[in-house]
Every structure is written in structure tokens, then in C-alpha cells.
């Protein structure tokens, strides 16, 4: 199976990062390599790309969709978490632009054998890094009901969290829950009847919590923003896609905790928490796909797009 990845916003990303053709930027979610490749096609012979994934497959493909521009390409696997140890090792001190595109790839939701996808019955995995310890089976054998119970609600948005983790645990209680199929129709007993027939399908709420949870990919998200913003140079923007609310509200809180970082009473007539703005938010309100996008890519259609400049 191809590593497949329709590349949303694909236009409107690029064209935020204002690329410089001498500039440096990173692309923390490589994936397809789909943004990288647009991107590298405006950087002049002194420019260079930075590609960061932490799927082996991905990697796989973006190395060959890249391949003519290897000499100003460097793919490093890794989490964009460790985005500052890269720019050590490459001896990097800053970049012009850092962008991700958070969303999941087609080929990892589609490829039954990496175990995202509840429309076909696979073993429980769920890792974007094929190397990592935690699978989705770990967690939905290992976490107590409680735990279950706050990873569907928080994450999922899932409002029968509480039914679902009750009959997750009466399950396991028989045997250990090993494959999507499985958990799939553990979830399905979970919810009313009457509620299966709206809203689309009755895991995929529960399905994204536990991918969320297995990846910790809210959590890198919210420790890695300020990171990436301190290693932009001045001018140098940094791009994010995202596909939930969840991943939105951290994005959007970021950045305006960075334009406005001071913490002092309003009443106060001049500042004395000394914190300093580092820069400003772009995209006062986030930049969505066109109706048309939407309609070529049914996937594009939660995305936004916020945009954060250093000063």
C-alpha cells in the first residue's frame, strides 16, 4: 500500500511562511511530503528543508517524492517534540518557518495494519511511530475505568465516555481486547440504539481518544509551541493545521498567550511582570479550506490553519 496523503491548505500554508529562497524551514509533520515539496520548489540553491516524521513509511515516501531536491533537504526521524535537539545536531540556531500539518495521514487511517482504523478489523496500534511501546491495546487493557472514562470524554468529546469505559472494562474482564474489531463492537453496545444512526460512526469519537492518548499528541503539541517559536528569526512564522477543536484551542491560546504574555491586574498603569510579546498572531480568525478543497477532500474539511510571526 502507497503512502498516501492529500496535503490540506496546501496553498494557503506555503504562502503563510512568506518563504525567503535563501530561507531555512522545517515541516515537523513531514508525512507524504506534500507541503515540503511545494515549499522546496521555491527555495533558491542556498535554501534548505528541514523534514521531521516519526513513521518510518512516511519517511519512505517523502524521501522519493523529494528526491530531486535532495541537496537542500535533510529528513530526520524524530517527534517535532524534539524539535531543539534536531537543530543542535544539524547545527542550527534558527529558522525562517516551522510548519505542521497535524492531521492523520490516509494511508495510516487506511492501511488496516497500523490498526487506526475501525472500519476493518486489525490488530490495536494506533503508534505513528512504529518503535514506540505504548500500542492502543496497552491502553485500552491497561488504563482503569476512571482513566478510560476522562481519555474518551476529553478527548473523544465522546458524551456516553462513561457507558463506553464501563463496557470496555466488563469486556477485558473476559479476555484481553487485542483488535479494532473488538473494541469496535464493545463501543457499539455502549451507545443507544437510537444514537448510532447520527453523527457518523459510533467508534470514531473513541477511536481518536485512544490515538490521541497512544501518540500524547495534545500534550507535545502544548509543550512544543513556545520551543518553536523561539528558535523562528525575527520576521520567521510559524504555521499550524489542525483537525479537532482540541488541537485548535491549544493553537489558538498559544499564540495569543505569546502576543500578550503579561500577567499583570488590569488595573495596573504600568507593567511589572516585565514579559515580553514575541511577536504577533497572523490569522486573527484561522484560515479554512474552499469549498471546493472540501469538496475534492472530504477529510480537509475540519482543518484550520493559524498563523503565529516572531517579532
Do not use: W
Not at 495510516?108 to 490498526?115: A, K, S, V
Not at 457499539?188 to 437510537?194: L, N, T, V, Y
Not at 499583570?264 to 484561522?286: I, M
Amino acid at each position: 500500500m502507497t503512502f498516501e496523503h492529500k496535503s490540506v491548505l496546501l496553498e494557503e500554508t506555503v504562502g503563510s511562511l512568506n518563504i525567503k529562497p535563501d530561507g531555512v524551514y522545517v515541516d515537523g509533520t513531514l508525512g507524504g511530503g506534500g507541503h515540503a515539496l511545494r515549499v522546496c520548489g521555491r527555495l533558491g540553491d542556498r535554501g534548505r528543508l528541514i523534514g521531521i516524521d516519526q513513521d518510518s513509511d512516511a519517511i519512505a515516501a517523502a524521501s522519493l517524492r523529494l528526491k530531486d531536491y535532495r541537496d537542500k533537504v535533510t529528513i530526520v526521524k524524530s517527534n517535532y517534540e524534539q524539535i531543539k535537539s534536531v537543530f543542535e545536531e544539524l547545527g542550527l540556531e534558527r529558522a525562517d518557518g516551522i510548519y505542521l500539518d497535524l492531521g492523520v495521514s490516509s494511508y495510516q487511517l487506511d492501511n488496516p495494519e497500523r490498526g487506526f482504523t475501525y472500519r476493518e478489523d486489525a490488530p490495536l496500534d494506533m503508534r505513528m511511530d512504529g518503535e514506540g511501546e505504548r500500542t492502543a491495546a496497552d491502553v485500552v487493557n491497561g488504563c482503569s475505568q476512571s482513566q478510560l472514562y476522562r481519555i474518551i470524554r476529553d478527548y473523544g468529546e465522546e458524551k456516553f465516555a462513561g457507558n463506553i469505559a464501563r463496557h470496555i472494562v466488563m469486556a477485558r474482564e473476559k479476555k484481553r481486547i487485542e483488535t479494532t474489531g473488538e473494541l469496535t463492537e464493545i463501543i457499539r453496545a455502549a451507545i443507544p440504539m437510537k444514537m448510532r444512526a447520527v453523527g457518523g460512526h459510533p467508534a470514531k469519537r473513541t477511536f481518536q481518544a485512544i490515538r490521541i492518548e497512544v501518540n500524547r499528541e495534545l500534550e507535545v503539541l502544548e509543550q512544543t509551541i513556545d520551543t518553536m517559536i523561539g528558535l523562528l528569526n525575527p520576521g520567521g512564522r510559524l504555521s499550524i493545521i489542525t483537525f479537532h477543536s482540541l488541537e485548535d484551542r491549544i493553537v489558538k491560546n498559544k499564540f495569543r498567550d505569546n502576543e500578550n504574555p503579561c500577567i499583570c491586574p488590569p488595573d495596573f498603569p504600568v507593567c511589572v511582570c516585565r514579559r515580553k510579546s514575541r511577536g504577533k498572531v497572523v490569522t486573527r480568525k484561522p484560515i479554512l479550506p474552499t469549498e471546493a478543497e472540501t469538496e475534492e477532500n472530504k477529510r480537509s474539511k475540519s482543518a484550520k490553519l493559524r498563523v503565529f510571526e516572531r517579532r
